[in-house]
Nanobody, 126 residues
Framework: QVQLVESGGRLVQDGDSLRLSCVAS????????MAWFRQAPGKEREFVAC????????LYAESVKGRFTISGDTAKNTVYLQMNSLKPEDTAVYYC???????????????????WGQGTQVTVSS
């Protein structure tokens, strides 16, 4: 059973940078597709970014492309979301998700992922 624990969320200013972390236990994330989703108040949870094992392939939502970067550290079993040029509309609870996979398929669909973290709050003030 894989457990995911996110951290790094906090209150920041418009234009700031922030890095979120997601530590995976109970499995090696190098054999998983890892993703970040987010849910803003009153809205549905939405896809942010994902990567295949070892970061060979990545996919980003249009709203974050060029500003956010997903990456991983296999030695630490940790996946990161580097967020630059943050905007107030990036305010949300950010969730880490995982899907066992040794292939190259990526998905933006929430239901495709098997494991979820508890989320970390990111608030961007204007």
């Amino acid at each position: 059973q894989v457990q995911l624990v996110e951290s790094g969320g906090r209150l920041v200013q418009d234009g700031d940078s922030l890095r979120l972390s997601c530590v995976a236990s109970g499995g090696s994330f190098s054999t998983y597709v890892m993703a970040w989703f987010r849910q803003a108040p009153g809205k549905e949870r939405e896809f942010v970014a994902c990567m295949t094992r070892l970061g060979s392939n990545t996919l980003y939502a249009e709203s974050v492309k060029g500003r956010f970067t997903i990456s991983g550290d296999t030695a630490k079993n940790t996946v990161y979301l580097q967020m630059n040029s943050l905007k107030p509309e990036d305010t949300a609870v950010y969730y880490c998700a995982a899907k066992p996979s040794r292939g190259t398929v990526l998905s933006v669909v929430e239901a495709w992922y098997d494991y979820w973290g508890q989320g970390t709050q990111v608030t961007v003030s204007s």
